[in-house]
Nanobody, 122 residues
Framework: VQLQASGGGLVQAGDSLRLSCAASGRTFSSYNIAWFRQAPGKEREFVGIISSGGGSTYYTNSVKGRFTISRDNVANTVHLQMNSLKPEDTAVYYC????????????????WGQGTLVTVSS
């Protein structure tokens, strides 16, 4: 599966933004999809994950209640809705796919999108 993330941009603190991850391939619905982010000078970190069927999600504590992941397996798309954005959310956001793990670990993901930059000004 090939992934392409989009939707990043420059917003102010408190604003909302929705990222999209478009996938190619007929097996998209068999993959768990996660979002990771990498801030300048920091390691890539887990943000959240949605199960292949969309019935389960899990988020890192810092985004719980603010971010929501959804997916459309007909359109082969996953969305990351980000509300109440904070300056510390500034990062390049990546979507990633695995059909093996339910994981927060980057090495468990076989397929990555190219990343989209989110900048939150204070």
């Amino acid at each position: 599966v090939q992934l392409q993330a989009s939707g990043g941009g420059l917003v102010q603190a408190g604003d909302s933004l929705r990222l999209s991850c478009a996938a190619s391939g007929r097996t998209f619905s068999s993959y768990n999809i996660a979002w990771f982010r990498q801030a300048p000078g920091k390691e890539r970190e887990f943000v959240g994950i949605i199960s292949s069927g969309g019935g389960s999600t899990y988020y890192t504590n810092s985004v719980k209640g603010r971010f929501t992941i959804s997916r459309d397996n007909v359109a082969n798309t996953v969305h990351l809705q980000m509300n109440s954005l904070k300056p510390e959310d500034t990062a390049v956001y990546y979507c990633a796919a695995t059909n093996t793990y339910w994981s927060t670990t980057t090495s468990h993901y076989d397929h990555w999108g190219q990343g989209t930059l989110v900048t939150v000004s204070s």
